[in-house]
């Protein structure tokens, strides 16, 4: 059973500070028995170095200050190359990265899909409801890495997805060949990189010999305007 905070499910169903009446209450509280019910939830993870560069960028790109090129980070993990300033500054400090997929699989997409056709307002709920469901499966998964972690004396960044920030999204397929995602989770991708299941998420996590464990949740490292920011 993947533990859900019904305030979680509240947020993606925009009750900002508002708590929602007995009704609609009452129907997310069955909307999730119903979404535990069909859950699947499958992950896979692994450790990796990482290491860090710079690329010079060029004027075509506006990057120049002062008619000098400024250096974008470049982030060598598994294989995968990412420039992305956001993520550099995420990982800043770090030796080695945890990447991740996990899901909480198919059963979901279909309850939404019934619900789309007899129930417009159960759709839209079993959407916010796995949303945080998925999130909390994260969570729980985070909270092992970081176990892990401490173990070796390390201590966790928080995760970061592709699509946070300029962290590409089009780094996902890199993701699903690490992770070999439809082998060990049965993740696949479209070609508009959405992965299917839908409740599924990727993500990085820096592991470093300093400070202490920070795990706050992307929406505070994410720059992108969303109405679903906590």
Same mark, same amino acid.
């Given at each position: 059973?993947? @533990?859900?905070?019904? #305030?979680? &499910?509240?947020?993606? /169903? ?17 909307? =999730?028995? *119903?979404? $535990?019910?069909?859950?699947? %939830?499958?992950?896979?993870? =692994? ?25 974008? %980070?470049? =982030? ?6 990412? !420039?992305? *300033?956001?993520? +550099?500054? #995420? /990982? ?32 839209? &709920?079993? !959407? ?13 998964? #985070?909270? $092992?890495?970081?176990? @892990?972690?401490? +173990? ?19 780094? !996902?397929?890199?993701?699903?060949? &690490? ?17 299917? %299941? ?5 993500? &990085?996590?820096?592991?470093? @010999? $300093?400070?202490?464990?920070?795990? !706050? %949740? ?13």
């Amino acid at each position: 059973m993947i @533990e859900t905070d019904l #305030n979680e &499910v509240y947020r993606y /169903l925009g009750f900002h500070g508002i708590k929602p009446s007995p009704e609609i209450t009452g129907m997310i509280q069955e909307c =999730l028995e *119903k979404l $535990q019910e069909v859950s699947a %939830p499958r992950s896979f993870y =692994l450790y990796a170095p990482l290491e860090v560069s710079a690329k010079e960028t060029s004027s075509e790109v506006g990057q120049q200050t002062c008619g000098e090129a400024m250096p974008v %980070p470049v =982030l060598s993990f598994a294989g995968i190359q990412v !420039q992305s *300033k956001g993520l +550099a500054k #995420n /990982l800043e400090g770090c030796q080695e990265v945890c990447l991740l997929a996990a899901t909480i699989g198919p059963g979901v997409d279909l309850l939404i899909r019934r619900a789309q056709v007899s129930a417009m307002s159960k759709a839209v &709920v079993y !959407q916010a409801a796995g949303a945080a469901m998925i999130e909390a499966y994260v969570d729980s998964l #985070n909270e $092992q890495i970081r176990q @892990e972690a401490r +173990a070796r004396g390390l201590y966790l960044r928080p995760r970061f997805s592709p699509g946070y920030g300029d962290f590409s999204l089009a780094h !996902q397929s890199d993701f699903a060949r &690490v992770l070999q995602m439809q082998k060990t989770c049965g993740i696949t991708l479209g070609s508009s990189l959405l992965m299917t %299941p839908s409740k599924s998420v990727t993500a &990085v996590i820096g592991l470093s @010999e $300093q400070g202490t464990d920070c795990l !706050q %949740p992307g929406c505070d490292t994410c720059e992108h305007p969303c109405e679903y920011r906590r």
